[in-house]
Structure formats: C-alpha cells, structure tokens
C-alpha cells in the first residue's frame, strides 16, 4: 500500500489522516514519534510554542490558514514531485522539519519562511570565517567555553539541515580556502544528503595561525557568480572579527549599493563574545537605515544578545517564543523578511496578526492583550543611563493600540508606522 498523506483537511480544518495513521501502524521500521513540543496553553503570561503540526492536530490548537496551506504543499504530490521525485512520501519532508522543528523549538509558523525559501529555489552561498583566530576559546555565554570555530559549525550544520531537507544546493567556501564545497543531491535521499553533508562540515578545517579574514574577496566571488546565474542567492557570512581585506567602511558600502538587494540577502553570523568584532557590522546597519532604503541585510550576534535585544524591544512576552529555533530561523531568513523576522529588534510593535504569524496557530485575545500590554509597560525598556524611556515609546506608538489588533496587516503595512520609518 502506498503511503497516504499524513494529514487531511475536513471541514476547513486540519486532522491526521486514518488512512496514514493504519499505513505508519504496519511499517515495520517505522521511527518513534518527534518528542511532544506542547506546553499547555494558557497557563502563563508568555507565548506558548507549538514546534510540530502532529502536535497542534493532537491538541486540537488551531492553526492559521497559511500554516494549513504550507503543511498541504509540503506534503502535496506536485510539489514533491517537482523537487524530490516521485519516490518521495507525502510525509517525508514534513516529517524531518517536524523533527527538525522539535529538536529546536521552532515555532511551526515558519514552515512558511521554509515554503518560500523551495518555491524560490533559493541558492545558499556561505562564506565562512577559517582564519587563525577562530580557534579562540569563548568566555561568556551560551557558548563559553567552546571555540569560535565550534560555535560556527553549530550554525553551518543547522543550514545544511535545512537546505537539505527543502532539496536546495548550499555552497560553502572559506575565507583562506576558495574551493567550493557542496553536495551533489541528484538521485540521493534527504537522508543521504544530511549524512553527506555532516561529514563534510566535520572536514572543514581552518586556515591555520596565519589565516586572514578575506571577507570582501569572498563576498566579490559570490555576487559575481549571483550576477551571472540570476537566482535568487541567500548569503550568510559566518565571521569573528573585521574584514582584513578592506576597510568595514568600504565592505559595508560594496554590500549596501549591490544592484538587486532583494535577490542576494546577505546575513552576517557572528561567532565571537568580542564586541568590539562586530561592532562595524552594526555601524553598517545604521547606515542602511539612515539611506531609507531596503537593504535585505541582517546581523546575527550570539544567541544571549539577540534575545536580551527581542525582550527589550517586545517585552516579556517574547521570553517563551525566542527559542534558540527561532533564533536559526532568523539566522536563515531573516534577511529576506526585513518587516517581519529582522523586525524583532526594532522598536515597533508586533500586530495581533504577525503574532499569529510567527506561532503558526491563532492566538486568544487574552494573549494578544498579554503581549501588547507588556509591550507598553516594559520595565527593560531604558536608555544608555538606566531611565525609562517608555514614556517616549507610548508618545510613538500608544495611538496605535487599536490599529495594531489587525489580522490583516504587518505593522510597516500602516501608514503611521511607515512615517516614523521613514522619518
């Protein structure tokens, strides 16, 4: 017997399929299911993620409409046969970003950043960081203790996870080694690829005490070869410390005057507890902002600054969805959705429909207000000399309170917020 399509649509809702559920019965071979990922609603003041389709079909949470429509997709035969084969199942790709989804607490709302990602058919470029001081070991963090170099294979291997199992090509290269390292995917399994793939990352090896930071060579190399072919490219850097190939200066202005941004976000990955390292790549994020135009680039820092700066900018409502899978999602998107993951940081607030968004299921009013109440009233919300600046914040913004309890629109959607954009 054929295997069915894991999940059915009744009624405008989602549901397992019994069909599915008698076929994975007798399969001999059959893995154990993904751990549960539900925490039950409702019990605390924070967002609750949900990480699996299984899991909100199971618990009867109710999913929004373009989280049923990615997970029909996912598992429908013309997309699986255009970009997997006809001898993929229809629970084969669904089944691995549900795992995937599970291990990091990924919200599952971002199996539609992934669906946009295939429909694309998007080209990863990565250029990686393989000079003489990524072997220094991390003091603070998260990641204390462990070397840049491990930090960034962390990142890496969760890319080639993903690009893996969406069958899109991902190239690597590093900054002391051109060579391009990828996998060739044709006629293999998702599985092959993985296996591939971590054997791989486990080769790279550095560029030795004498290796130098490249970076604009390696980014020159990569939109060249994004000129020549027209794909739409995402380029992640994964660094540890200023170009030693040109000023920052010179790099940012290469990055932010590229002739279609749109095709070739780029996203900048640090793997070092040294401010003073990345701080050039903020500097080139302000100066993006002050030219008032898109530039489709985003700055990851470490896991712990990146969630300090989301609680500070959202409030506390945030402290139970900026996993550390919604942090690799940004890492992965997040250049590619400026309005939307890169958002996060701003000081904008969020509308009841990108909260729904982001979760993937359809929130309660009570959880709405939770968040936006928490959003006004946020004690971390201060300035360089520790005073409160939320008087300010309600000055921008508290007019917008109804405005923001849309289902419809972004915030960057409403003329208000655009203005104080563009201003």
Excluded at 248 to 261: C, H, I, N, T, V
Excluded at 327 to 337: E, K, T
């Amino acid at each position: 017997m054929a295997e069915p399509t894991k999940f059915v649509t009744e009624d405008g809702k989602l549901k397992k399929n019994p069909s599915w559920v008698a076929w994975k019965a007798g399969q001999a071979d059959a893995p154990p299911p993904a751990a549960r990922s539900v925490v039950p609603l409702g019990q605390e003041p924070q967002i609750t993620v949900v990480s699996t389709v299984s899991d909100m079909v199971e618990c009867d949470v109710a999913m929004t409409e373009d989280t049923r429509s990615a997970v029909e997709f996912l598992q429908g035969q013309d997309f699986l046969s255009r970009y997997y084969g006809r001898a993929t199942g229809p629970s084969d790709v669904l089944s691995r970003l549900e795992a995937l989804f599970a291990q990091y607490e990924v919200p599952v709302g971002m199996l539609t950043r992934l669906l946009s990602m295939a429909f694309k058919e998007t080209l990863g470029q990565v250029s990686l960081d393989d000079s003489g001081s990524m072997d220094t070991v991390m003091t603070r963090g998260g990641s204390k203790g462990k070397t840049r170099w491990a930090v960034a294979m962390d990142r890496l291997r969760f890319l080639t996870r993903v690009f893996s199992i969406l069958r899109l090509e991902l190239r690597v290269r590093g900054l002391n080694n051109p060579a391009v390292v990828t996998v060739d995917q044709a006629g293999k399994s998702i599985d092959a690829v993985i296996q591939e793939w971590d054997e791989l990352v486990t080769s790279i090896e550095m560029g030795g005490a004498g290796g130098l930071t490249a970076s604009r060579a390696a980014l020159v190399s990569i939109l060249a070869e994004q000129e020549r072919s027209g794909r739409h490219t995402s380029i992640y850097v994964i660094f540890a410390g200023r170009p030693s190939d040109a000023i920052p200066a010179e790099l940012g202005a290469m990055m932010l005057s590229r002739p279609d941004p749109a095709k070739t976000p780029i996203t900048m990955i640090a793997c070092t507890d040294v401010d003073a390292d990345v701080e050039w790549v903020g500097a080139i994020e302000e100066q993006a902002t002050a030219q008032g135009r898109l530039s489709f680039l985003a700055a990851m820092d470490d896991y712990e600054t990146e969630a300090a700066e989301v609680l500070r900018d959202q409030g506390a409502f945030f402290s139970g969805l900026y996993t550390m899978g919604l942090y690799f999602i940004c890492m992965l998107f997040a250049a590619q959705d400026p309005y939307g993951l890169d958002a996060l940081d701003d000081d904008y607030p969020l509308t009841w429909g990108m909260l729904d968004g982001l979760l993937g299921r359809v929130t309660t009013e009570a959880e709405w207000q939770c968040y936006i109440d928490g959003y006004f009233s946020n004690p971390k919300r201060v300035d360089a000399d520790g005073k409160s600046t939320l008087a300010d914040l309600e000055r921008k913004y508290g007019a917008l309170r109804a405005k923001l309890k849309t289902k419809t629109q972004a915030s960057a959607d409403l003329p208000e917020v655009q203005l104080l954009l563009a201003s």
